[in-house]
């Protein structure tokens, strides 16, 4: 995956802390942390969507879990090629149930570029709604633009879980 990583244009629509494209070992080194297995409950969980060739189309997580508050953020990053065929919603509702069922957090965060309107449709279809919008903390070539802040809480998500099933056809599993 860490070819996804070397278009700068690309990932600044969803990294805002990655000004330069990473290579192989500085995407191993920069999650590092979240991979590694220790003795207290893990701070991030990923997970990578494969195609029926077991090749890599997409990563998605839970980071900065905090089990106390019951929250945690939502990254999601699928390759440019699979884009708008329906994994990215299939996976966020994964990653919602994980954190709503198994973790049994109250709440899920996520950022976007105040552009990246795909993004912000994807959210909503999820059932998060914007919160917030932190002015001017995304810089993207040479500008800075607006970060937007969306939520989601564990009652939202089982009202909308049921209704988002039935919306998405079977092409992708």
Same mark, same amino acid.
């Given at each position: 995956i860490?070819?996804? /990583?070397?278009? *700068?244009? =690309?990932?600044? $629509? /969803?990294?805002?802390?990655?000004?330069?494209?990473? %290579?192989?070992e500085t995407l191993r080194?920069?999650?590092k942390e979240d991979l590694a297995a220790g003795p207290? *409950?893990?701070?991030? +969980?990923?997970? +990578?969507?494969? =195609?029926?060739?077991?090749?890599? #189309?997409?990563?998605? %997580?839970?980071q900065t879990i905090?089990?106390?508050?019951?929250?945690? +953020? $939502?990254? #999601? /990053? #699928?390759a440019r090629a699979v884009r708008g065929r329906g994994i990215g919603i299939r996976l966020i509702g994964l990653l919602l149930d994980f954190a709503f069922d198994s973790l049994r957090l109250t709440r899920v965060t996520t950022y976007y570029r105040e552009d990246n309107e795909i993004s912000a449709r994807l959210v909503g279809r999820a059932a998060f709604k914007e919160e917030g919008r932190m002015?001017?903390?995304? /810089?993207?070539?040479?500008?800075h633009l607006d970060m937007m802040v969306a939520g989601v809480l564990r009652e939202e998500w089982a009202k909308r879980r049921n209704v988002l099933q039935r919306e998405l056809d079977r092409k992708t599993i």
């Open positions: 860490a070819s996804w /990583f070397c278009d *700068p244009e =690309d990932l600044s $629509l /969803f990294e805002r802390n990655s000004p330069l494209p990473k %290579g192989r080194e920069s999650w207290t *409950p893990a701070k991030a +969980v990923w997970y +990578v969507a494969c =195609d029926t060739a077991a090749e890599p #189309v997409a990563i998605g %997580g839970l905090y089990y106390h508050s019951g929250d945690c +953020v $939502l990254p #999601v /990053f #699928v002015r001017k903390a995304w /810089f993207c070539k040479g500008t």
